[in-house]
């Protein structure tokens, strides 16, 4: 099984976002990803709007609904109720619920699922109640998988940010592989789906796919968009989904 890729837009939409003007356009990159070969499409409106608009969310949905009906879209963000009601009136494939401050730059850590459990529970019950598939955001080891489980969330993402980072030393990187693949190995055999995200490249894919075959999917948003300055929006799709089919 080849894992699926969904492209994050933000960084685009930070682009955007810089100066009062349409481009570059979310929805015409998100067109042209698509059109290329990706899976679905991510987004994750933070309250200030830095970059994805809450105006966004339904263009991308009809975009999806009219142009690309086989995909996804898939919002993820801190489940306040302003997101909650978000998330139930564009009706995404997939909800990832990250444990993010507002003031944060990005997403930078999972759930501390033991002593956050309570409070996920109604939440992914409100989500699943919809008909849509949750995932939480997971830091890389096996700490509270049980609790997460007991959740009802459909997927863990496992947060691969401390493995893209460690781009310059190969030793760190594999530490790093080796628990993120000891992370998968607990959360599949408790039954859940597994995702993964965050600092995701054309170089680090082939060794995380290899480690963890059974991976369902990747968002990737900030190496996609610095690759596509180079090599253009639907060649690096093209790139990242045969990184997804390499195997070192």
Do not use: C
């Amino acid at each position: 099984m080849t894992a699926k890729l969904s492209v994050n837009l933000n960084a685009i939409a930070m682009l955007r976002n810089r100066r009062d003007l349409p481009w570059p356009s979310v929805t015409g990159m998100g067109r042209i990803a698509l059109g290329a070969g990706a899976s679905g499409l991510t987004v994750h409106p933070r309250p200030d709007q830095r970059h994805i608009r809450f105006a966004d969310l339904g263009e991308i949905r009809a975009l999806i609904d009219d142009e690309f009906p086989g995909a996804e879209f898939n919002i993820e963000g801190f489940p306040t109720e302003r997101f909650l009601e978000l998330v139930e009136k564009y009706e995404p494939e997939q909800v990832t619920l990250v444990p993010d401050d507002p003031t944060q730059a990005t997403s930078d850590h999972g759930w501390d699922f033991e002593t956050k459990a309570d409070f996920l529970t109604p939440i992914v019950a409100r989500l699943k109640s919809r008909a849509m598939r949750v995932s939480l955001f997971a830091d890389p080891g096996p700490k509270g998988l049980k609790a997460a489980k007991a959740t009802g969330a459909d997927r863990i993402e496992l947060y691969t940010g401390p493995y893209g980072g460690a781009h310059a030393s190969p030793k760190a990187a594999a530490e790093e592989l080796r628990k993120l693949g000891a992370a998968a190995d607990a959360a599949l055999a408790l039954g859940f789906e597994i995702n993964a995200g965050h600092d995701l490249t054309v170089e680090n894919l082939p060794a995380l796919v290899k480690r963890i075959p059974a991976l369902g999917e990747v968002s990737i948003g900030h190496g996609l968009t610095a690759d596509a300055l180079r090599h253009g929006m639907a060649d690096s799709v093209r790139r990242f989904l045969n990184a997804l089919e390499l195997t070192p």
